[in-house]
C-alpha cells in the first residue's frame, strides 16, 4: 500500500509506541507534575510558548494549550529502562485533507541528548507517519537561531524545504525566522535503515496495530502500574552518552 492510502488510525491503536531504548506514552495534563520536576525554563528557548513558570499548574497550563492544537498526537518521551521523563514531542495536522504530519514540541532534556533518545523517538515516529498512517511527506519547522534543532535534522537527513522570514511570533512578542525542514515517504527507508544503525537495532520494528494487539502496561508519573515485556531482547539499560 502507498503513501496515497494515507489513513488515520484509531486513538487506541497509537499508544505506547515501544522502542528498544525508549517508549513514546500518550501526553496529558495529568503528566504536569512530573514534568514540572525535571524541566527548566531553560529548555523553551527558541520556542514559540512556553510554561508560565516552573509550578505544576503553570506547566498544567501548557501542556492543556498543547493538547488542543489541532489533530495533535502528543507524547512523553521515556525511558524504556525505568520509564523516567527524557522529554516530549509529537505529531500535529494529522488531517486526512493535509496529507502531511508535522513534528511538534519536542524538548529532550540535557542528560538524554547526543545519544539514543532522540534517534529512537524520530524512529517510533517516522514509522507511525510513513508506515502506518502512510503520510506523503513529514516537516519540521524550527526557529533559524535553534542551531541545536537544525543539526539534528540535518544529521537525521530532512532537507530544508523553505526558509521563512519573520514567519512566527512567540507568545513575548518576539518575531522568528523559521526554516521548513521536509522528509518524503520515498526518503524514509533510507533514514531508516540510518536510525536504526544510530540505535543498535538490526530488525524492524513491528508494526503499531500489531503492539496494540498485545497492549503492554505503561507506569511513570501517576499511570497505573504495569511492566513492559519483549520476548527477544528482555528489558534493557540505557547506554551513555
Not at 522502542?19 to 500518550?26: K, P, S, T
Not at 511538534?104 to 532522540?118: D, E, I
Not at 543498535?200 to 504495569?226: E, I, L
Amino acid at each position: 500500500m502507498g503513501p496515497h492510502a494515507a489513513r488515520r488510525l484509531p486513538a487506541d491503536l497509537l499508544f505506547p509506541l515501544v522502542g528498544r531504548w525508549v517508549v513514546l506514552q500518550n501526553l496529558s495534563s495529568a503528566d504536569a507534575a512530573e514534568l514540572a520536576s525535571v524541566w527548566s525554563p531553560a529548555l523553551f528557548r527558541n520556542m514559540l510558548d512556553w510554561p508560565d513558570d516552573r509550578t505544576v499548574e503553570g506547566t498544567r497550563a501548557y501542556l492543556r494549550r498543547l493538547l488542543r492544537r489541532p489533530g495533535i498526537r502528543a507524547y512523553v518521551i521515556r525511558l524504556r529502562s525505568n520509564l523516567a521523563p527524557a522529554g516530549i514531542t509529537g505529531l500535529v495536522d494529522l488531517r486526512p485533507v493535509q496529507r502531511c504530519g508535522e513534528v511538534c514540541c519536542t524538548l529532550l532534556l540535557p542528560p538524554y541528548r547526543g545519544g539514543v533518545v532522540f534517534p529512537e523517538t524520530m524512529l517510533l515516529l517516522l514509522g507511525l507517519a510513513f508506515d502506518d498512517l502512510r503520510l506523503p511527506r513529514v516537516r519540521w519547522r524550527t526557529s533559524v537561531a535553534n542551531l541545536a534543532a537544525r543539526a539534528a535534522l540535518h544529521k537525521l537527513g530532512a532537507s530544508v524545504e523553505a526558509f521563512q522570514a519573520a514567519a512566527d511570533v512567540a507568545r513575548d512578542g518576539r518575531v522568528h525566522d523559521t526554516l521548513v525542514y521536509r522528509l518524503l515517504h520515498s526518503e524514509w527507508p533510507t533514514v531508516r535503515l540510518r536510525l536504526q544503525r544510530r540505535c543498535g537495532v538490526a530488525f524492524p520494528y513491528p508494526s503499531f496495530a500489531t503492539q496494540a494487539a498485545a497492549p503492554q502496561a505503561v507506569t511513570g508519573g501517576r499511570r497505573p502500574p504495569g511492566a513492559f515485556t519483549d520476548p527477544t531482547t528482555g528489558p534493557l539499560p540505557l547506554p551513555g552518552g
